[in-house]
């Protein structure tokens, strides 16, 4: 009897004994029609840094970046996705790739944009893999209006008394009066006395 190679049997087998390259391939990820439209392509093979869509289980329709591929077990950790354990601590959840969908590609890697076609001038810088800056140091470098001190150190020198400039500062206070001195205090000296001893009583003869 012989088996099909299209058998469960060996389909399976090719699964577990697929090397690196083989495990790469088979961990593609079907893209958005975004990227679809602008890539021409219906699926590519997940990298880290890659955004993707949560499309199956408790966390349907969240969009979170790749953390780390598991190309042994066929699974990827995204962030903020995480699972309680027995102990009450979080742990990050392992998600299945068929479970996934491409939202947005990590095209740092200058061989993967010779793949897809892509020019450096068309990338954003999301997709190079530069962090945003945060909204709070872009309001810290806002100029200040005009007339109003642009920190508060400056305010607080401008209320200050400047050294030079004469002021009540500068000024004594009359109504203060400085306390007199007071002479210290000297032991008074002991008398020198002999000291002397008692005389004996005298026994009666009688």
Do not use: C
């Not at 008074?188 to 009583?201: L, V």
């Amino acid at each position: 009897m012989t088996i099909s190679p299209h058998s469960p049997r060996r389909q399976r087998k090719a699964v577990y004994d697929a090397d690196l390259f083989e495990r790469r391939l088979r961990m593609t990820v079907p893209l958005s029609r975004e990227l679809r439209s602008r890539f021409h392509r219906r699926s590519v093979p997940l990298r880290k840094g890659d955004t993707v869509r949560v499309m199956k289980g408790s966390y349907v329709g969240r969009e979170e970046r790749v953390q780390k591929i598991d190309r042994r077990g066929y699974t990827v950790t995204l962030d903020n996705v995480t699972l309680k354990s027995g102990e009450e601590k979080l742990k990050p959840l392992p998600i299945r790739t068929n479970h996934l969908l491409v939202v947005r590609l990590n095209l740092a890697d200058e061989w993967r944009r010779e793949a897809l076609k892509v020019r450096p001038e068309e990338l954003t810088p999301e997709e190079r893999g530069e962090a945003p800056e945060p909204e709070a140091e872009a309001e810290e470098a806002l100029p200040a209006p005009s007339g109003e001190p642009e920190t508060r150190a400056e305010t607080k020198a401008e209320e200050a008394p400047r050294a030079d400039e004469p002021g009540e500062a500068d000024e004594p206070d009359e109504a203060e009066e400085k306390p007199e001195p007071v002479a210290p205090k000297t032991p008074a000296k002991r008398s020198a006395k002999p000291k002397t001893k008692p005389a004996p009583e005298k026994e009666d003869a009688s």
